[in-house]
């Protein structure tokens, strides 16, 4: 079975296609990284899959169910997105945020049980924010938000995760903290992850497919090894790279290289 | 803290204490004294505790315009706390979306036109105010759904339209009734008897059951709309239903009590710092708090001047106005 799969989805806002023709799928188990330079559609593409927005060509289902058929809340039930760019300006505490992640298990009028507060508990402690937990989320750092939306997301206990731009407000450890949570929910739970990332290499590292998008249109994809190489990034990207191997990790490894040394001014 | 059945029961009782006390203190207060035993006596049992002349006081002139004060104070602020989250802006009130406008206008013509208060006036002012937040929810849908903002920038446009019209008809009349015309355009609870009432409050109650039922919801959108779909909120069908179950009630309440500024836009800011943002506690409180507020203001726009009654408009403003600063420079520290 596939959590997703698109065929030749195809998606514009106005007259320009953002999303053009892209073809993938996504299994349970698997963890997929997104690529690609700003502007090439990632975000719309995540947008497209989570059914926020509606592709004009092409077909996309998840679970072997069209997309379109599925109603928010059972959508809701299985697939969980972190977005980027969230507001928080309503005067929430940690846990009730953390805790909207049980609202699509939950009847119109039902509360929380314990069970559910236990779910919640149990994600902010593997985000490591369970300390915050009656801190108001107006009052957050940028990292804390991030990881507080991270909880959300696993509280909904979904089969996919979405997530776009993750690591943007995580110092390096906690980047390495949600790419290997991430492995782990793929490993040993079986979800299936979909995460957009801008840093090539902490995705080589942890990924076991790559995506990457130039002006709309999957480019390349395939494993970090098959497609983390100069001939297809560097001019998807515009810049020259040195490509050599991670002496931790055996894995590919990006450095882009300046066009030409800097200057030192007198 | 946490939200839970037995904390919005507990908070609810207490407020409805609160409540209780101040419609008792309204309903005893005023150039004639009642005594509350007598005022309890009469109302929850055994009638003969007061003489004939006291009793109309009490059941004629003070009783229905408590119970209008309360029902008006809570639909304004439960109005306020859900246009708030819909249009995730804190300076949204329930008047926003053009009801205040059209309700006056029609308010208006029927005033000037020498209707009487009920159905004639209150009709028209129910139905200006309906038709003009149709208008601009008409004007503000598109393709892609009901847009916050552009909602937000209609109704301002119609307000200020309907203003210019009143502003107009106002200069342009010699009629005696202007008098009239301002005290409603102030607020005025003291027009309305149990007739009205009997209409208001039922509505008043099935449409706050049917707006807590969605209190969950609301607390996704106001997080973004994107971000409560992903939470499986049905975004659109929520905030439509909404959007037409508030400006009815509203419109309703409206037509009863003119135009009373400022309950819509504070209470539940007060309520937010109060009891937090969790509107399954939120919009209770704000409905027991609001009704409690508005009697309380209308008790003292009654006995502030020994000349003449005040509107009740202007006590909540002015009570509501400093208040309010505070609040915002207490937010910006």
């Not at chain 1, 927005?53 to 679970?63: A, D, M, N, T």
């Not at chain 2, 003489?51 to 004060?69: F, H, N």
Request: hydrophobic content about 50%; proline content about 4%; glycine content about 10%.
């Amino acid at each position: 079975m596939h959590l997703i799969e698109a065929r030749d989805l195809s998606f514009r806002y106005e007259s320009e296609w953002v999303v053009r023709n892209v073809t993938f799928t996504l299994k349970p188990g698997e963890f997929l990284g997104l690529l690609g330079p700003n502007g090439s559609g990632k975000s719309s593409l995540l947008k497209v899959v989570n059914g926020i927005l509606r592709p004009q060509q092409g077909q996309i289902s998840f679970e072997n169910r069209e997309l379109s058929s599925w109603s928010r809340r059972r959508l809701a039930q299985r697939l969980a997105m972190v977005a980027q760019e969230v507001q928080l300006d309503f005067p929430f505490t940690v846990l009730e945020l953390v805790l909207m992640g049980r609202y699509p298990h939950l009847g119109a009028l039902e509360f929380e049980s314990d069970r559910d507060l236990a779910i919640a508990r149990e994600c902010m402690e593997r985000l490591e924010i369970h300390d915050l937990e009656n801190r108001l989320v107006t009052r957050l750092s940028g990292g804390e938000r991030q990881r507080a939306l991270v909880a959300r997301a696993l509280c909904q206990r979904p089969r996919c995760l979405l997530m776009d731009e993750p690591t943007a407000f995580l110092d390096l450890r906690h980047q390495l903290d949600l790419f290997t949570l991430t492995r782990e929910l793929t490993v040993r739970h079986g979800v299936g992850a979909l995460v957009i990332s801008h840093d090539i290499n902490l995705a080589a590292q942890f990924c076991d497919r790559l995506l990457v998008m130039d002006r709309g249109r999957l480019a390349v994809q395939g494993t970090p090894e098959e497609v983390i190489r100069p001939e297809y990034l560097e001019s998807i990207y515009g810049c020259r790279l040195q490509v050599d191997r991670s002496p931790f990790s055996g894995k590919p490894r990006v450095t882009p290289v300046p066009k030409e040394e800097v200057k030192e001014y007198p | 803290m946490r939200v839970t059945p037995v904390r919005i029961m507990t908070t609810s009782l207490l407020l409805l204490g609160v409540l209780a006390v101040v419609c008792l203190l309204s309903l005893t207060t005023g150039p004639a004294k009642l005594r509350s035993g007598a005022v309890l006596a009469e109302l929850f049992g055994s009638p003969g505790a007061l003489d004939a002349m006291e009793r109309t006081i009490l059941m004629r002139v003070r009783l229905p315009r408590v119970l209008l004060g309360a029902l008006v104070g809570g639909t304004l602020a439960v109005g306020g706390v859900v246009f708030q989250a819909l249009l995730r802006n804190p300076l949204a009130e329930p008047f926003v979306l053009g009801v205040m406008g059209g309700s006056a206008f029609g308010a208006i013509l029927g005033i000037l036109g020498g209707w009487a208060f009920f159905p004639g006036v209150t009709g028209v002012a129910f139905a200006g105010g309906i038709l003009t937040i149709a208008l601009v929810i008409g004007i503000a849908g598109g393709r892609t759904g009901i847009h916050a903002n552009t909602l937000l920038l209609s109704g301002v446009i119609v307000n200020a339209f309907f203003s210019a019209a009143i502003m107009f008809l106002l200069s342009v009349t010699r009629n005696q009734e202007i008098h009239n015309v301002l005290r409603w355009l102030m607020g005025d609870l003291s027009l309305s008897t149990f007739r009205e009432l009997a209409i208001l409050a039922p509505l008043v109650l099935i449409g706050f059951t049917l707006i807590f039922a969605s209190s969950r919801s609301l607390n996704l959108i106001v997080m973004g709309e994107e971000t409560a779909m992903h939470l499986g909120v049905q975004v659109e069908r929520v905030k439509k239903g909404l959007l037409l179950l508030v400006s009815l009630v509203v419109s309703a309440a409206v037509a009863l009590s003119g135009i009373i500024g400022f309950v819509g836009l504070i209470i539940p800011h007060v309520l937010r710092i109060l009891v937090g943002s969790d509107h399954r506690l939120l919009l209770p409180a704000s409905l027991l708090f609001g009704a409690g507020f508005l009697v309380f203001c209308d008790t003292v726009a009654r006995v502030a001047t020994t000349q003449t009654e005040l509107p009740v408009g202007v006590i909540t403003a002015l009570a509501g106005g400093p208040f309010f600063m505070y609040l915002l420079r207490r937010k910006r520290r």
